[in-house]
């Protein structure tokens, strides 16, 4: 892990913002690994669904960092922007951020991730991903 950097949200919505509670954490407080790589699956999920106007399917998580842990409380925050649209995949870049302890806020940025979505269809095949219009 990284030394501890201090930062601030980007200036845009998040696409998920969830709290982090004592189910998602091992008995020292901190977040599971698998929660948070589930919340990420979800969160890039989003754009890649609306890019390919329907169902998608993980294909690849191309990349994962993880930078600093992440604790029961933080307020989670996954923001996502797409890096590729090729003829049946969408590529999405995830960051994600926690903002902690209220009485004197900070805001880190933990992880990155990579990953990479198919467009399927209703037998769960890949199918190409329209042009945008």
Same mark, same amino acid.
């Given at each position: 892990?990284?030394?501890?950097? &201090?930062? &601030?949200?980007?200036?845009?919505?998040?696409?998920?913002?969830?709290?982090?509670?004592?189910?998602?954490?091992?008995?020292?407080?901190?977040?599971?690994?698998?929660?948070?790589? =589930?919340?990420?699956?979800?969160?890039?999920?989003?754009?890649?669904?609306?890019?390919?106007?329907?169902?998608?399917?993980?294909?690849?998580?191309?990349?994962?960092?993880?930078?600093?842990?992440?604790?029961? =409380?933080?307020?989670?925050?996954?923001?996502?922007?797409?890096?590729?649209? =090729?003829?049946?995949?969408?590529?999405?870049?995830?960051?994600?951020?926690?903002?902690?302890?209220?009485?004197?806020? &900070?805001?880190?940025?933990?992880?990155?991730?990579?990953? &990479?979505?198919?467009?399927?269809?209703?037998?769960?095949?890949?199918?190409?991903?329209?042009?945008?219009?």
């Amino acid at each position: 892990m990284t030394h501890q950097l &201090t930062t &601030t949200l980007p200036n845009r919505e998040p696409t998920i913002r969830v709290a982090a509670m004592p189910s998602d954490a091992n008995y020292t407080g901190d977040i599971f690994g698998g929660w948070l790589m =589930g919340q990420v699956d979800i969160a890039g999920s989003v754009p890649a669904v609306h890019r390919a106007k329907g169902r998608v399917a993980t294909v690849a998580v191309n990349s994962f960092v993880f930078k600093q842990p992440i604790f029961v =409380g933080d307020l989670v925050s996954f923001y996502t922007h797409i890096v590729k649209v =090729g003829r049946t995949s969408i590529t999405v870049n995830v960051e994600v951020y926690v903002q902690r302890n209220p009485e004197k806020p &900070t805001c880190l940025k933990v992880t990155e991730a990579t990953l &990479t979505y198919v467009a399927v269809d209703e037998n769960r095949k890949p199918r190409v991903v329209p042009e945008i219009e």
